[in-house]
């Protein structure tokens, strides 16, 4: 196993805040508790968070993360890899949704793979107004991956700093196990049929992350996948079919059936942390139209398509409390004030 590298060159703010800012005033460096290092970038203004940056090269992947903490309500924001020119100009950005608890400690990460002309990478966060709800971001982690390993800098155990303490990239010697850092993230894809399943069915794909310590966290980052394939038979399901594919990188795994015709997979797999999606599907159906059976199958793909066009239909103020939606730094909208997101 080779050495890691964290190329974040202030990834805890041990020493300053040098490199973290926003959009807003630039962040406190700030005393905190509950995270695995002393210090954190608090923001209590501006609506998104840029840390420190690390060095980069092009065509290599690379997996950044971030531990934040809210202190009042629960968000849904996105977090972004800043692809950066030798100038730190921006290039292009790779983003994902997460999903924060108040007052829960959440590492948010995103993965991808960098474009020409790289030279530097920095993490945006966005998704809440932090004048509304302040929030406290710390230990950053940059590294040449394809997934998310456990969190480390030069104050880790077999670490060393590259330069000077606390503010230059670091190293985790071969074989070093990381104490406390063990992390579960489960993506799931469900497809449901209820009654008279072969007329219509509904897709519905849910991301949900966990990050928890166990007994075993000396050693080092953990992952657990699990798949599941279910068959259930609904009402008048010989009627059609509705399929959904699997596919899964699984440690457990469980499979169980009844008789029917409606399959509903379940695949679960590592992605990023805490999003939530929804997407509805209408099977094509064979069959002459007019009266009876086929008549009605008709009607109901006409509703499903009218739901469909109705939900993806733009919204211009927050359904839970009227706030306009704002657009944030690559023109998504969301609310300002309990940080609602269409299509999340």
Same mark, same amino acid.
């Given at each position: 196993m080779a050495d890691r590298h964290n190329a974040c060159i202030n990834p805890c703010l041990t020493n300053d805040n040098t490199g973290w800012g926003g959009n807003g005033t630039a962040p406190v460096r700030t005393a905190v508790s509950g995270f695995g290092r002393p210090n954190a970038a608090r923001y209590v203004d501006g609506s998104f968070i840029r840390t420190q940056y690390g060095a980069a090269t092009a065509g290599l992947d690379y997996t950044v993360s971030l531990y934040i903490r809210y202190a009042t309500f629960n968000v849904n924001g996105s977090i972004y890899i800043e692809w950066q020119d030798a100038s730190h100009g921006a290039l292009s950005y790779t983003s994902t949704g997460y999903s924060a608890t108040a007052g829960v400690v959440t590492r948010i990460s995103v993965s991808g793979t960098a474009p020409a002309n790289t030279a530097f990478i920095a993490i945006i966060v966005d998704g809440e107004t932090f004048s509304a709800n302040t929030v406290d971001a710390t230990m950053v982690l940059i590294e040449q991956a394809a997934s998310l390993g456990s969190y480390f800098d030069g104050d @880790?155990? =077999?670490?060393?700093?590259?330069?000077? /303490? +606390?503010?230059?990239?670091? @190293?985790?010697?071969? +074989?070093?196990? &990381?104490?406390?850092? &063990?992390? *579960?993230?489960?993506?799931?894809?469900?497809?449901?049929?209820?009654? =008279?399943?072969?007329?219509?069915?509904?897709? *519905?794909? #849910?991301?949900?992350?966990?990050?928890?310590?166990? #007994? =075993?966290? /000396?050693?080092?980052?953990?992952? *657990?996948?699990?798949?599941?394939?279910?068959?259930?038979?609904?009402?008048?399901?010989? /009627?059609?079919?509705?399929?959904?594919?699997?596919?899964?990188? /699984?440690?457990?795994?469980? #499979?169980?059936?009844?008789?029917?015709?409606?399959?509903?997979? &379940? &695949?679960?797999?590592?992605?990023?942390?805490?999003?939530?999606?929804?997407?509805e599907e209408v099977p094509l159906i064979s069959g002459s139209a007019g009266g009876g059976w086929y008549g009605l199958l008709d009607i109901l793909r006409e509703a499903a398509d009218e739901r469909r066009a109705e939900r993806e239909r733009p919204p211009a103020a927050c359904p839970n409390d009227g706030e306009p939606l704002l657009q944030g730094p690559r023109g998504e909208l969301y609310c300002p004030f309990d940080g609602f997101r269409p299509g999340r």
């Open positions: @880790t155990a =077999n670490g060393s700093w590259n330069g000077a /303490a +606390g503010n230059s990239a670091s @190293t985790l010697a071969s +074989g070093s196990a &990381v104490s406390g850092d &063990v992390s *579960q993230t489960i993506t799931g894809a469900v497809t449901a049929t209820g009654a =008279n399943a072969a007329a219509a069915s509904a897709s *519905q794909t #849910v991301t949900a992350a966990l990050t928890a310590a166990g #007994v =075993n966290a /000396a050693a080092g980052a953990a992952s *657990q996948t699990a798949a599941a394939a279910v068959t259930a038979a609904g009402v008048n399901a010989a /009627a059609g079919v509705a399929v959904a594919a699997v596919t899964a990188a /699984a440690t457990a795994s469980a #499979v169980y059936a009844t008789s029917g015709a409606a399959a509903m997979p &379940v &695949v679960a797999s590592c992605t990023a942390e805490a999003t939530t999606s929804a997407e």
